[in-house]
């Protein structure tokens, strides 16, 4: 069953198209994360969703009722912001049971769904704290408590883990997570880190320029991007212009590229895509298991957490970025020296 459905969904400022054209079902449980720089058009379409925003043209529907006209106060939603905007004179308890006041919810009711979100999120210890008493991730939880008390049909995420350190960013959305799924609450969570969206959503929008690139689940986004751009902002790329024909990639630098039969892209000009952490490199002269190679000079070594990456300078003066994991030696893989760069065809990827 379809929860919310998006029907040519366009916001225009004076001389600025904010959203055009944007059309997008979502089922009803599903977590729907929208992705993408910042001006693409995820927060405008959020909020017109919210009832904030007026669309220009359009439709929105949720549970098959037309909702574009309503005002946000009759669209039975919640919205957890990225500013909490708790109450600092109200404890978490007062935080929480003021919107279940304003629904004026019975008394015995409040007071059963107070205990079972306090539960759900781990506060109940912290339910006579202010605001300011708490950390920036108890604090979150408390404006999620809140709006999960009110029991909505939507649930609306604005960027809501970008004031919380990195550790407690991990921690926050595995809890988001762990809630959205025990609820089974329909939710659209907007933002601009694409590690937070591969690990929260079933589904991800990525967007661009006020238009919708490519939708799919985390997999599908990454290993299968639609367009340049989507392979370009997800994750890191290494991706060359050129031609593609016969088993080959010739590079607009003119290097040749062995890379077996690709599925052809949509196009005049598709660029070719070779994720790093696919790639396989050892130095010049080691046996290798890969059946297309190239080499170059290693320019940099860089180690990142358990990964290092290497910068390889090729012939062209184009430049390859591998991942490999990290090891207690080097294995003669240092800045400098020349090495060879392997993949298999299944690897590579033609991007339109």
């Known amino acids: 069953m379809s929860d919310l459905v998006l029907s040519a969904l366009r916001k225009s400022y004076p001389g600025t198209i904010a959203v055009e054209g944007l059309d997008l079902t979502i089922a009803q449980g599903e977590m729907v994360a929208f992705l993408g720089p910042s001006g693409c ?23 098959g009722r037309d909702i574009t006209a309503l005002p946000p106060n009759k669209r ?3 919205m957890v912001f990225q500013s909490y905007a708790l109450f600092p004179h109200m404890t978490v308890t007062q935080n929480i049971m003021f919107g279940l006041k304003c629904k004026k919810i019975p008394g015995e009711d409040a007071a059963k769904r107070l205990d079972s979100v306090l539960g759900m999120t781990g506060l109940t210890a912290l339910k006579d704290r202010y605001p300011k008493q708490m950390s920036g991730g108890q604090q979150q939880r408390v404006a999620l ?19 919380l350190d990195a550790k407690l960013r991990v ?10 799924k025990d609820v089974g609450i329909t939710s659209l969570f907007v933002t601009h880190d694409q590690e937070e ?20 689940s985390p997999r599908e986004i990454y290993d299968h991007p639609a367009t340049r751009f989507v392979a370009d902002f997800i994750g890191t790329a290494n991706l060359f212009e050129g031609e593609a024909g016969s088993g080959q990639f010739r590079t607009a630098a003119g290097l040749t590229l062995e890379v077996g039969a690709l599925a052809p892209a949509t196009g005049t000009s598709p660029a070719l895509l070779l994720r790093p952490e696919k ?11 890969t059946p297309h190679l190239t080499t170059g000079r290693i320019e ?3 180690k990142l957490g ?5 910068l390889v300078r090729l012939p062209s003066g184009e430049s390859l970025l591998v991942h490999r994991q990290d090891r207690s030696d080097t294995g003669g893989l240092t800045e400098g020296v020349t090495a060879t760069v392997g993949w298999r065809s299944e690897d590579a990827r033609l991007v339109a």
């Open 41 to 63: 058009g995820k927060t405008t379409t959020l909020r017109m969703v919210a009832g904030f925003i007026t669309p220009t043209a359009g439709s929105i529907s949720m549970k």
């Open 76 to 78: 039975d939603m919640g």
């Open 145 to 163: 408590a809140r709006v999960l008390a009110l029991q909505p049909e939507l649930l609306l995420f604005d960027e809501p883990l970008s004031n």
């Open 171 to 180: 921690q926050m959305r595995h809890d988001i997570r762990r809630l959205q």
């Open 197 to 216: 969206a591969m690990t929260i959503a079933d589904r991800i929008v990525v967007m661009n320029k006020g238009r919708i690139e490519q939708e799919g």
């Open 279 to 289: 790639l396989h490199i050892s130095p010049e002269g080691a046996p290798v298991d």
């Open 300 to 302: 940099r070594a860089v």
């Open 306 to 310: 358990g990964l290092m990456e290497y």
